[in-house]
């Protein structure tokens, strides 16, 4: 316990002298969401007349640092696995960079490009074996860490000491900074009506005992929320979050009938509310572990009756999921969604949902397409979408033909697209 105090006071430095560390040229990974060293990234900024040509690795970034500004590319330049609502602009305008990435991949992948000179991520203090928590964010952070030339820590008492495979050790870790910043949160929005029904429909496809992953947004959500009346659920998923707590406290998620790790919720990273945070920590029921076991296709379909919900842009009539950008623009990142999309087909009784209101832009456009919009990207392919699900209903996609699906996708189409959709399908020779 001594030792591992003494270690850390040799290690311990203010944030300013953390960071003088990082030099011209290097890469730098960052965490995902609430795992972002805010204070350590501000001092980082500070320096940005020093130095040039730094590259700042990161999937779905909160905060709206100095680094994700016009103006930073030349001395921090941001590389974006996962897009967010603050490094859009600078994705969209080309002065940040886009690294494509099944998520499960991610850890893989940056062991294999990337030569990682320093790994910054918040943590939860350290405990009395000299270990810290990566918190909310394991994800590719923890393996990232083992490879990094250095670790530079930002030691937060707000950051929840979450278990399973989510610690380093004080040995492995170069410098340390402390803050007590308060961390990035997610708070739940009101569920629309929309949202609702949809979530009532795949609620009633979701069968008791079934272990369910959800994704980001505002459906995912609403689904959580229709899932009340269930039991014995179980959770396997990338992102934890506000909705599964919930189920928790009813009672509805016990875990009891996993076939891999029963009675435990799995997770890789968390972005919520504060109730969340406290959820978490050192919480037995909840183990993190790095993204490639949480998503890789191989575990997630060895977990019976696996369960994902993921939502997308756009969908064409033969279920080609366009999630991820509009068009060519990118909006967001392909994340897990094909991970659990192909994971849960491989799973005895699993099932895979894309689930999507029927239009955008205030009910202008309808987000059944014929075809994707030039430039889209597809996230989820056409041989790995199992249903497809709107406020008007169900379409089972997964073993029909191309006009059957053409058809169960007209019918859950919005009513004011569905004539302009069938005479398209026409066209095309879908029906
Ligand atoms: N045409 C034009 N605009 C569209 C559109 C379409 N077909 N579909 C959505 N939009 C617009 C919406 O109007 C909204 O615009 P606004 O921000 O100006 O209101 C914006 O795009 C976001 O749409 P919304 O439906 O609110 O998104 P969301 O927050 O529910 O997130 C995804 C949905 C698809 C972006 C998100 O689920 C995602 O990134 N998925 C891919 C990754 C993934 O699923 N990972 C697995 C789990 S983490």
């Known amino acids: 316990m001594?030792?591992?105090?003494?270690?850390?006071?040799?290690?311990?430095?203010?944030?300013?002298?953390?960071?003088?560390?990082i030099e011209s040229g290097q890469t730098?990974?960052?965490?995902?969401?609430?795992?972002?060293?805010?204070?350590?990234?501000?001092?980082?900024?500070?320096?940005?007349?020093?130095?040039?040509?730094?590259?700042?690795?990161?999937?779905?970034?909160?905060?709206?640092?100095?680094?994700?500004?016009?103006?930073?590319?030349?001395?921090?330049?941001?590389?974006?696995?996962?897009?967010?609502?603050?490094s859009r602009g600078m994705v969209q305008q080309g002065i940040a960079d886009v690294t494509p990435n099944y998520f499960f991949d991610a850890p893989r992948l940056m062991a294999e490009y990337l030569d990682v000179d320093v790994l910054m991520a918040t943590v939860s203090p350290m405990d009395e074996h000299g270990f810290f928590s990566f918190g909310l964010s394991i994800d590719y952070t923890s393996s990232v860490a083992q490879r990094a030339k250095a670790v530079i820590l930002e030691v937060n008492p707000n950051m929840p000491r979450t278990l399973g495979d989510s610690f380093i050790h004080i040995s492995q870790v170069t410098l340390i900074a402390e803050s007590d910043i308060s961390l990035?949160?997610?708070?739940?929005?009101?569920?629309?009506?929309?949202?609702?029904?949809?979530?009532?429909y795949i609620a009633d496809l979701i069968e008791d005992g079934s272990t369910v992953q959800l994704g980001i947004g505002g459906i995912p959500n609403a689904v959580a929320h229709c899932l009340h009346d269930k039991a014995d659920l179980g959770i396997h998923s990338e992102m934890l979050t506000d909705g599964m707590v919930d189920l928790v406290e009813k009672g509805v998620v016990t875990g009891r009938r996993k076939s891999m790790h029963p009675r435990k919720i799995i997770g890789s990273f968390a972005f919520g509310s504060e109730r969340l945070y406290r959820f978490l920590d050192n919480n037995p029921m909840v183990e993190m572990h790095p993204v490639s076991y949480?998503?890789?296709?191989?575990?997630?379909?060895?977990?019976?009756?696996?369960?994902?919900?993921?939502?997308?842009?756009?969908?064409?009539?033969?279920?080609?999921?366009?999630?991820?950008?509009?068009?060519?623009?990118?909006?967001?990142?392909?994340?897990?969604?094909?991970?659990?999309?192909?994971?849960?087909?491989?799973?005895?009784?699993?099932?895979?949902?894309?689930?999507?209101?029927?239009?955008?832009?205030?009910?202008?456009?309808?987000?059944?397409?014929p075809m994707l919009q030039q430039g889209a990207i597809v996230t989820t392919s056409k041989n790995d979408v199992d249903h497809v699900v709107t406020e008007y209903g169900?379409?089972?996609?997964?073993?029909?033909?191309?006009?059957?699906?053409?058809?169960?996708?007209?019918?859950?189409?919005h009513p004011d697209f569905r004539d302009q959709l069938r005479e398209a399908a026409h066209k095309l020779n879908f029906v």
């Open 2 to 21: 001594q030792k591992w105090q003494a270690e850390y006071q040799k290690k311990l430095v203010n944030p300013g002298e953390a960071v003088k560390l």
């Open 28 to 86: 730098i990974v960052l965490p995902l969401g609430a795992g972002e060293p805010s204070v350590l990234l501000a001092a980082l900024v500070r320096r940005k007349d020093e130095l040039e040509g730094v590259t700042l690795h990161q999937m779905l970034p909160i905060r709206s640092h100095a680094y994700l500004q016009p103006g930073m590319e030349k001395s921090i330049r941001h590389n974006s696995w996962f897009t967010s609502g603050v």
């Open 184 to 200: 990035p949160e997610l708070k739940p929005l009101p569920i629309s009506d929309t949202e609702l029904a949809i979530g009532r």
């Open 294 to 369: 949480t998503n890789d296709p191989l575990i997630i379909g060895q977990q019976y009756k696996a369960v994902s919900v993921n939502a997308a842009m756009e969908v064409d009539l033969i279920g080609q999921c366009a999630s991820e950008s509009i068009g060519p623009i990118q909006f967001s990142g392909t994340g897990g969604q094909a991970d659990f999309a192909r994971g849960v087909l491989r799973s005895e009784g699993g099932k895979g949902f894309i689930a999507i209101a029927s239009t955008a832009k205030k009910g202008t456009v309808s987000k059944i397409v």
């Open 394 to 413: 169900v379409a089972k996609l997964r073993g029909k033909t191309i006009r059957q699906r053409a058809e169960a996708m007209i019918a859950i189409a």
